[in-house]
């Protein structure tokens, strides 16, 4: 189902100001189907699923969205997308023209319960123009004025540093530390270490546990149980991966299981 919203002319007796076309695309999806957002040059895009999770690839990062978290897509910026664990996706498009988030590159969101329940009623609603534009301009404060969050794995540009980063997000309970790769991809730790934080924004101790819940939030959508997820991700235990979770997510791997997956 498609609804979109209306743009509101400042003349228009309706509105004192111009309000942005808001349109949310509801869309039945088979488990783990790779999804193909079209792309339009007058719209931003804002990815989101109440349940399970979504992998996203945009240029030079790689995302796992649960979901408590949607992911905003400036014009301009291809992504492949690809469902895990659910069958609902939500694909919310923003006209540029008039919108108070101009956020001009790709970034998470935090998706608090008024979020979700405006998404669900946009997707929805017909008709009642005057409730509409009311509620486009409620989600759009709430967005702007909303917690920036980010599950994302950037990667790095150098090839010595990309190798290891991309044998860590296919193998993220390799435990080896720099020193040990460094050795594999012909560099000195202290080398690695500055393009880690170079290149990605984040050292290495930041980086790695982003791989890790990435990788976490994938099986345990796909129904692993928790001391599973744990060793296959790196950690020593549940415990020790249960504390990881909660301090990345805000809930344990049981709660978020029972929520969202």
Known sequence: MTTNGLLISSNSPQSSQMTPVISVNRREIVEECPLEPRMR?????????????????????????????????????????????TRVLYRVGIAVEGSPVQWRKTTSVAVSPLIRELISFLGRQRGAREVRRDA?????????????????????????????AEALIDAPDDGRDLGAWGSEVGASIRTLARLFASETGMTFVQWRPQVRMRAALVLLADGERVGTVARR?????????????????????GEWVAEFA
Do not use: K, N
């Open 41 to 85: 040059q007058d719209r931003h895009r804002l990815i989101w699923a109440p349940a399970g999770a979504l992998a996203i690839q945009t240029d030079g990062q790689d995302w796992v969205l649960p979901p408590t978290r949607a992911l905003w897509i400036p014009p301009g910026v291809t992504c492949r997308s690809r469902a895990l664990g």
């Open 233 to 253: 991700v790196g950690y020593a235990g549940p415990s020790a991966f249960t504390t990881a979770f909660r301090r990345a997510m805000g809930c344990s791997p």
């Open 136 to 164: 486009e301009r409620l989600l759009l404060d709430l967005l702007g004025a909303g917690e920036v969050e980010a599950i994302d794995v950037p990667l790095p540009r150098d090839p010595r540093a990309l190798a290891v």
